[in-house]
Nanobody, 122 residues
Framework: QLQAFGGGLVQTGDSLRLSCTAS????????IGWFRQAPGKEREFVAAIQWSGGRTTYSGSVKGRFTISRDNAKNTMSLQMESLKPEDTAIYYC?????????????????WGQGTQVTVSS
């Protein structure tokens, strides 16, 4: 199971950190990442990381502003979001798959957490 938390209401240019915790027993090598869905729009890929090795991938819209990382000791993956824009407003979903980061980035992750709302005011 995945537990996502850390959303909130911020202003343009602010920072926010999202986290996603995987339950104990999750395989040690898997891909995990974030998707987001804004009102009236399709769900879109944000970022993903391979738990073993740390390979990362980002969407073009967040590359350079968002950083995904993982903490092995806490079994937690985080998304540090900088220079937030109103267009980043969305519900952010954590997702994971034992097949790895590519599967996650394609939106085919087997596991999905509940969403956490991020709202960026202008």
């Amino acid at each position: 199971q995945l537990q996502a938390f850390g959303g909130g209401l911020v202003q343009t240019g602010d920072s926010l950190r999202l986290s996603c915790t995987a339950s104990e027993g999750t395989p040690k090598d898997y891909g995990i990442g974030w998707f987001r869905q804004a009102p009236g729009k399709e769900r879109e890929f944000v970022a993903a990381i391979q738990w073993s090795g740390g390979r990362t991938t980002y969407s073009g819209s967040v590359k350079g502003r968002f950083t995904i990382s993982r903490d092995n000791a806490k079994n937690t993956m985080s998304l540090q979001m900088e220079s937030l824009k109103p267009e980043d407003t969305a519900i952010y979903y954590c997702t994971a798959d034992t097949s790895g980061v590519t599967t996650v980035a394609l939106g085919r992750g087997e596991f999905w957490g509940q969403g956490t709302q991020v709202t960026v005011s202008s």
